[in-house]
T-cell receptor, first 115, second 113 residues
Framework: AQKITQTQPGMFVQEKEAVTLDCTYD???????LFWYKQPSSGEMIFLIY??????QNATEGRYSLNFQKARKSANLVISASQLGDSAMYFC????????????FGKGTSLLVTP | DGGITQSPKYLFRKEGQNVTLSCEQN?????MYWYRQDPGQGLRLIYY???????QKGDIAEGYSVSREKKESFPLTVTSAQKNPTAFYLC????????????FGPGTRLTVT
């Protein structure tokens, strides 16, 4: 069964606008971590933000914030003030306590920022 | 500069040949990972290692082998038993404690014909 679901294959946003990328997850563990990565066309995976399952506050890193709704098992990424350089694939991932350190990735959302 | 290096960036092989992908890190991380990415897909775990001389299979380990003789190095061999080896391969590492995020290398794009 898919542990990470990203339902938006592609998204468009205008420069300077905010955009939300959706991510839902499935786990029976109490302790887990949620991650967002950016993959530009070069292929390298760039870490953006992390949220632990016990963290009470939503994580923020600069223009990135994670809207964590534990009861709904959702961990949406919000990018504020989009820039042209934000155009890339975005992947949501989860690490469960029971699977060592490995990450489960979703299939990704392609974001295109337009002028 | 600290980071993860993978070489080469592009690799071409004939079907039936084994090929070894290099992954080196100077971040002093204990854990290292290999992922495979196919077009339009997320990453899938091949193998991971949390300590020298020890490694575990991931979701798609069949047709692959690894070694971890040094903390800095985690090479991946794609054997002739791997039925669909053409893919983008990414190596990552992470700390054993503290911040849990994985840091990735630039990847190797393997094409087998």
């Amino acid at each position: 069964a898919q542990k990470i679901t990203q339902t938006q294959p592609g998204m468009f946003v205008q420069e300077k606008e905010a955009v939300t990328l959706d991510c839902t997850y499935d786990t029976s563990d109490q302790s887990y971590g949620l991650f967002w990565y950016k993959q530009p066309s070069s292929g390298e995976m760039i870490f953006l933000i992390y949220q632990g399952s016990y963290d009470e506050q939503n994580a923020t890193e600069g223009r990135y914030s994670l809207n964590f709704q534990k009861a709904r098992k959702s961990a949406n990424l919000v990018i504020s003030a989009s820039q042209l350089g934000d155009s890339a694939m975005y992947f949501c991932a989860m690490r469960e306590a029971g699977s060592g350190y490995a990450l489960n990735f979703g299939k990704g959302t392609s974001l295109l920022v337009t002028p | 500069d600290g980071g993860i290096t993978q070489s080469p960036k592009y690799l071409f092989r004939k079907e039936g040949q084994n090929v070894t992908l290099s992954c080196e890190q100077n971040l002093n991380h204990d854990a290292m990972y290999w992922y495979r990415q196919d077009p339009g897909q997320g990453l899938r775990l091949i193998y991971y290692s949390q300590i020298v001389n020890d490694f575990q299979k991931g979701d798609i380990a069949e047709g692959y082998s690894v070694s971890r003789e040094k903390k800095e190095s985690f090479p991946l061999t794609v054997t002739s038993a791997q039925k669909n080896p053409t893919a983008f391969y990414l190596c990552a590492s992470s700390r054993d404690r503290g911040r849990p995020e994985q840091y990735f290398g630039p990847g190797t794009r393997l094409t087998v014909t």
